[in-house]
């Protein structure tokens, strides 16, 4: 257990359905990250937020959504998806960002399939 | 641009030693993190190396040299249970962290 859980594991979506993946983290961070983990390739970081607030969008396409409710939670709203998108979503929580010596929480991931 | 390089695969055996490399070429340097992920599972920090030399953790070690641009993670007395991938990341002078495309490590018998 990392304090990190995600929901859920495993996602089948068509290109036109719409669906949100969630992040739950219990360790008391103030920053938290969505990743996208392609086979055989780096992990590519999507967002993050600290505080609530969005600090970083790395030019992610406007079908992903991210939500950021409370420092606990961390949504990723999804539509319109294409094919390629399908890859391992992983959610990361920190005690902070922009320090250092942020030693990132990783949950276990959601493993999308768009079809 | 900025590059992590690491090997795609390695392959060892049960109670041996293996090095896993890790070179890089940042804009700038705030500390280097290995990690690991075993199959379906959640990466795992496993160590941080921010000034040169070697840091030692129970069977494991990360050692840095950071004027070669160069790591690696040490695993000694190999156990099966150490099949996973290994991912390197370095933060970078704007704190962003870049990753490698991680090396899996599989242990036989």
């Known amino acids: 257990e990392t304090g990190v859980t995600q929901t859920p594991r495993h996602l089948v979506m068509g290109m036109t359905n719409k669906k949100s993946l969630k992040c739950e983290q219990h360790l008391g961070h103030n920053a938290m990250y969505w990743y996208k983990q392609s086979a055989k390739k780096p992990l590519e970081l999507m967002f993050v937020?600290?505080?609530?607030?969005?600090?970083e969008n790395n030019s992610v396409p406007s079908r992903f959504s991210p939500e950021c409710p409370n420092s606990s939670h961390l949504f990723l709203h999804l539509h319109t998806l294409q094919p390629e998108d399908s890859a391992l979503y992983l959610c990361?929580?920190?005690?902070?960002?922009?320090?250092?010596?942020?030693?990132?929480?990783f949950g276990s991931g959601t493993q999308l399939s768009v079809l | 641009g900025q590059n992590i390089d690491q090997p795609t695969e390695m392959t060892a055996t049960e109670g041996a030693i293996v090095q896993i490399n890790c070179t890089y070429q940042t804009s700038g340097f705030n500390g280097l993190f290995w990690y690991q992920q075993h199959a379906g599972e959640a990466p795992t920090f496993l160590s941080y190396?921010?000034l040169d030399g070697l840091e030692e953790k129970g069977r494991f070690s990360s050692f840095l040299s950071r004027s070669k641009g160069y790591s690696y993670l040490l695993l000694k007395e190999l156990q099966m249970k150490d099949s996973a991938s290994y991912l390197c990341a370095v933060m970078d002078s704007n704190y962003q962290l870049i990753w490698g495309a991680g090396t899996k490590l599989i242990i036989k018998p």
């Open positions: 190396n921010v």
């Open positions: 937020y600290s505080l609530e607030e969005r600090v």
């Open positions: 990361a929580s920190s005690q902070e960002t922009g320090t250092g010596n942020e030693k990132l929480f």
